[in-house]
C-alpha cells in the first residue's frame, strides 16, 4: 500500500497530464476495434444486437464467398492500386527531393512548401478536381486526346480503364510527404561522403546512386509502410470520382466495408472484411520491415 502511495505521489501529475489522451485514445479507439472484432464473429443487428455464428469463422468465410467473390476482386484492386501508387511516391518523391536539394536554403524552403501543399488539401477536392479532369465530355484529358486525334476514351467508365484511371490520378497527385521527409533527410547526410566519392572519380549519377539512396533506406521504409496504409485504405478518391462504380473493377477492400456495413447494414461481414485489411496490412509491414531495414547510422 506504501509502495502504491509513493508511486501516485512521485508519478501522479505525469499521469493526470495524460489521462484526457488516454481516455480519448480508449472511448474513440481502443473500445471500438475491440467492439468491431467481437462483432466480426456475430450476426449483428442496430435493433436486435448481435448472434454467435457457426461455425465462428463464417463471417470471414463468407466475405470472400459473397456475391461471386466480389471481395477477392476488390483485395486484387486493392494490391494493383497499392503496387503502382507506393512505387511512384516513393520514386518521384526521391527525385524532386533531389532535385531541389542543390538549390539554396531559400528556395529549398520554397519548393518543399509548394509541393507539400497538396498534403493539406482535402482528399475530396482532390478527387473532385481528378473527377473534372477525367470527365468523358469536357474534361482536360479529354481535350488532350481530342487535340491528339485519338478517338473519345470514357476514362471513368469504362470498366478496363477506370481504375488506371483512379491509379493515374493518385500518381500524378505530388507526394508531399515523401518530398518533404526525403529533402531533411539528405540535408543530414555528410558532405565528406560526397566529397571523398568526388575525389574518387564518380560523377553526380553515381554519388547519388551509391551515397544518397543507401543512406536513406530508413527514411524510404518509413513512407513506404506509410504510403502502402493509405494505398490499402483508400475510399475517398474513388467514392468521389466513380461514386455508382463501374461493376467490379473499381471495388477495393473499403470500398466493400463501406457497401457492407453502411448500404447493407451487415455489421458483422463488414467488421471480418475490416481485420482482413488489419491483418493484410500487418503481414505486409512486417515484410517491409524485414526486406528495408538498416543499421546504418548517419
Known amino acids: 500500500m506504501t509502495s502504491v502511495r509513493t508511486f501516485f505521489k512521485r508519478y501522479g501529475w505525469s499521469y493526470a497530464f495524460i489521462l484526457p489522451s488516454l481516455l480519448t485514445f480508449a472511448v474513440f479507439t481502443l473500445i471500438p476495434v475491440l467492439w468491431s472484432f467481437i462483432i466480426s464473429f456475430q450476426k449483428y443487428s442496430l435493433a436486435r444486437g448481435g448472434t454467435w455464428v457457426n461455425p465462428f469463422y463464417a463471417n470471414y468465410l463468407q466475405s470472400f464467398t459473397m456475391l461471386n467473390g466480389i471481395f477477392i476482386d476488390a483485395i486484387r484492386n486493392t494490391i494493383v492500386y497499392t503496387i503502382f501508387t507506393v512505387s511512384a511516391n516513393i520514386l518521384i518523391g526521391l527525385i524532386l527531393a533531389s532535385l531541389i536539394q542543390p538549390l539554396s536554403n531559400r528556395l529549398r524552403t520554397f519548393f518543399r512548401a509548394a509541393y507539400y501543399l497538396p498534403a493539406?488539401?482535402?482528399?475530396?477536392i482532390i478527387g473532385l478536381t481528378w473527377a473534372y479532369i477525367f470527365n468523358a465530355q469536357w474534361g482536360f484529358a479529354t481535350y488532350l486526346t481530342r487535340a491528339?486525334?485519338?478517338?473519345?476514351?470514357?476514362?471513368?467508365s469504362d470498366p478496363n480503364i477506370a481504375l488506371a484511371s483512379i491509379t493515374l490520378s493518385a500518381v500524378l497527385t505530388i507526394p508531399a510527404t515523401a518530398?518533404?521527409?526525403?529533402?531533411?533527410?539528405?540535408?543530414?547526410?555528410?558532405q565528406e561522403y560526397y566529397e571523398a566519392a568526388e575525389l574518387d572519380g564518380a560523377n553526380p549519377i553515381q554519388r547519388w546512386w551509391n551515397i544518397t539512396v543507401p543512406l536513406l533506406k530508413s527514411t524510404t521504409l518509413y513512407l513506404t509502410v506509410l504510403y502502402t496504409i493509405a494505398s490499402f485504405e483508400v475510399f475517398e478518391r474513388i467514392y468521389v470520382m466513380v461514386p455508382s462504380g463501374v461493376g467490379n473493377s473499381t471495388q477495393t477492400i473499403v470500398t466493400q466495408i463501406y457497401a457492407n456495413g453502411f448500404k447493407e447494414f451487415d455489421f458483422g461481414i463488414a467488421s471480418a472484411q475490416a481485420f482482413v485489411l488489419f491483418a493484410m496490412i500487418a503481414v505486409i509491414a512486417i515484410f517491409q520491415f524485414r526486406a528495408l531495414r538498416s543499421d546504418v547510422e548517419y
Open 120 to 124: 493539406v488539401t482535402s482528399a475530396l
Open 148 to 156: 491528339l486525334g485519338l478517338p473519345p476514351i470514357r476514362w471513368l
Open 179 to 190: 518530398i518533404v521527409l526525403f529533402s531533411a533527410a539528405m540535408g543530414s547526410i555528410p
